[in-house]
């Protein structure tokens, strides 16, 4: 039997999502897995930053240092505004079909999206699409042999995990090069504050010890240009965009 088929793809409801990062293992899972994703872009200044899924707990450090920030959430998922002061930079599509003119972001976010979707190829040339070229993506998924993707209790039990092999070859199947790795969330899913306490030592000891197990893998992958031309051939659809966020629109279909 297809073991993908123990983990069918499954969208969380944005309140839970949001009421997850709200708890006290959500703000440490959201602190751990940030202090990843700033490793891996430690500097975005001036470029144009999108989050697809549910990534405004990993958006807010760009914010001061980007040109742009801006998060796509799915139709299946929900959408929640934010950030709670200033104009807000939400949006909701579907994420095979996202509202931005073409090679118009620089970095792009996916988290709570990969493993949800039942359309990965067509999200992933989406991507592929509104990435600039030279752009980057970073994808954040449960981790297939870790232990945060057996316990429903947060929003990484839902879906279909995958490991960092499992991830690399998607990526590589979808036109993006993966360039960097990262993994966080070694310690358990548990609400016990006193454990929680532990949550620093157990990330480093859990990268240089046990890094095949933490509760999340993280690639970061650089857009295949020379995939283009095979991108190209492919039925072009005319589309109406609508604007998202300020410096931002498509022109209406003719």
């Known amino acids: 039997m297809d073991r993908d088929l123990a983990y069918p793809a499954m969208w969380s409801d944005v309140v839970d999502l949001r009421d997850f990062y709200g708890s006290s293992l959500g703000q440490v899972a959201q602190r751990l897995i940030r202090r990843q994703v700033r490793q891996l872009w ?3 200044t001036g470029m144009r930053v999108l989050g697809l ?10 914010l001061p240092e980007a040109e742009r920030v801006i998060a796509v959430m799915p139709a299946s998922q929900g ?3 934010w950030p709670a002061e200033g104009p807000g930079l939400t949006a909701l599509a579907d994420e095979t079909d996202l509202p931005l003119p073409d090679r118009s972001i ?11 979707t039942e359309q990965v190829r067509a999200m992933m040339r989406e991507a592929w699409r509104v990435l600039a070229d030279g752009g980057r993506l970073m994808v954040v998924a449960p981790n297939r042999r870790g232990i945060w993707a057996r316990m429903e209790r947060t929003p990484f039990g839902n879906g279909r995990p995958y490991t960092m092999g499992q991830l690399n070859r998607l990526l590589r199947d979808n036109m993006f090069t993966p360039v960097a790795r990262g993994s966080a969330l070694f310690l358990p899913p548990t609400p016990s504050r006193m454990l929680l306490r532990f949550a620093p030592a ?8 046990f890094e095949t197990f933490g509760g999340v893998v993280m690639v ?19 589309r109406g965009y609508l ?7 498509r022109v209406m279909e003719e």
């Not at 620089?106 to 949800?116: C, F, G, K, N, T």
């Not at 970061?220 to 005319?238: D, F, M, N, P």
Request: aromatic share 10%; hydrophobic share 45%; no cysteine.
């Open 79 to 81: 959408v929640l505004p």
């Open 106 to 116: 620089d970095r792009l976010l996916l988290v709570h999206a990969l493993e949800s």
């Open 220 to 238: 970061e992958a650089a857009k295949q240009i020379y995939a283009g031309s095979a991108l190209r051939e492919a039925k072009v659809r005319r």
């Open 42 to 44: 430690p500097d975005l």
């Open 243 to 249: 604007p998202v966020a300020e410096g931002f629109s």
């Open 53 to 62: 899924g549910f990534a405004t707990p990993y958006l807010r450090i760009f």
């Open 202 to 209: 157990a990330e480093e000891i859990g990268r240089r010890w």
